[in-house]
Each structure stands twice: as C-alpha cells, then as structure tokens.
C-alpha cells in the first residue's frame, strides 16, 4: 500500500469516527470531534486530520444509514423553528447557518443564525424589549485572514437553543469562516430556507 493511499485510509477512518462522535456524543465542534476520534485511534499526526468538509460527508452519510427518516424529521421541525425566529428577526436580515442548514444536525444541534446590523445595541434591545432571556458572548469568526471577535447572544425558543451572531451591515459582501484556513460559511435568507421546506 502507497504512503499516500495509507494516509487516505486513516483521514477517512478519523472522519468516520468523528462523525460518530458527532451524531452520538452531542459534539458539534469538528475541531474537537476529529482530535478524540483520532486519539481513539491511535493517530498521533495531526497531518492526518481530515478537513470538515470530509466529516460532514461522513456525518450525512451515518444519518442516512443509521437514522433516516427520523433525522429528515428532525432537520425539518428544526429549519421550521429557524423560519419562525428569522420572521421575527427580520429587521437584521436573519440567515441561517451551519449543521441545520446543511441538513446534518442532531438532536442536541443548536440552530445558528447571522444578523445584520449597523449597531449590534439595536439586536440586545430588540431582545429586551420583547422580554427574552438570552446570554451575551462573543463569536470568532474569520474574515479573509482577520480574526473577528464579534457580539453575539444565545436564547431559548420551544426547548432549542438559538444562537444568534451579529455582523455588521457590509459584512454581507464578505465571505466568513470559522478559522483561517476552514471553508466559506454557508448561509441563507429566509426565502431560501423556506424553499428547503418546500422540497419532498
């Protein structure tokens, strides 16, 4: 067996294993998932870690095995609870991101969602003034190779976690990630995420 063909087998193992964790375990953190699935096994070079793309492709395919129509289910009562938030965020132009938008969330998935604003105030304020209990934090996300530390706040809605990150107006225009390296972000207007529902 080639080196090459070696280090593909064990990228994949890794991603197979982290995308167990994933489903079973709750984790949503790639970074985190791939590192113990590959002190799992045996897997000391980091070289060898695949990239998130390869564990979401895992990922999607243990839920078409393993869970089927209860994980199409789930992601749909998911989305559905997305469309009812982003209505009610419409002032900060609500796209939703991540595992629910990819179709690849679990039962503990939070549902994430970027907002727009020309001052993030205006989003705490919309909070407060609708009686809603969330939590302040900061989210880090990466604009080319600029590490952005942005506002961001957590609240509760029918049992589900919402986590909501706020951008600036202009950063519409601007590809996102999650780390330097990591691929673009994905996210949708409500229309979009509306069309999803629409799909059989």
Partial sequence: MSKERGRDDTRRAIAVHAA?????DGIDDHGLAKRKAARLLGVPDARRLP?????DAALREYREIYEGSDHKQ??????TLATKV????????A????????GIAGRHALIH????AEDPKGV?????????????GEK???AGQELRLLPAFSMEVEGREIELTVLDARDLRVPLRASAAGRIIERARLPAVEALLEEP
């Fill in 95 to 102: 796209h939703l991101t991540g595992a629910v938008l990819a």
């Fill in 20 to 24: 167990r964790l994933m489903a079973q």
């Fill in 113 to 116: 969602l970027q907002l727009f």
């Fill in 124 to 136: 705490e304020l919309f909070l407060i003034n609708r009686g809603i209990v969330y939590k302040a």
């Fill in 74 to 79: 789930l992601v749909r009562e998911l989305r």
């Fill in 140 to 142: 880090r996300l990466y």
């Fill in 86 to 93: 982003m209505r009610e965020l419409a002032a900060f132009d």
């Fill in 51 to 55: 990239n998130n793309e390869e564990v």
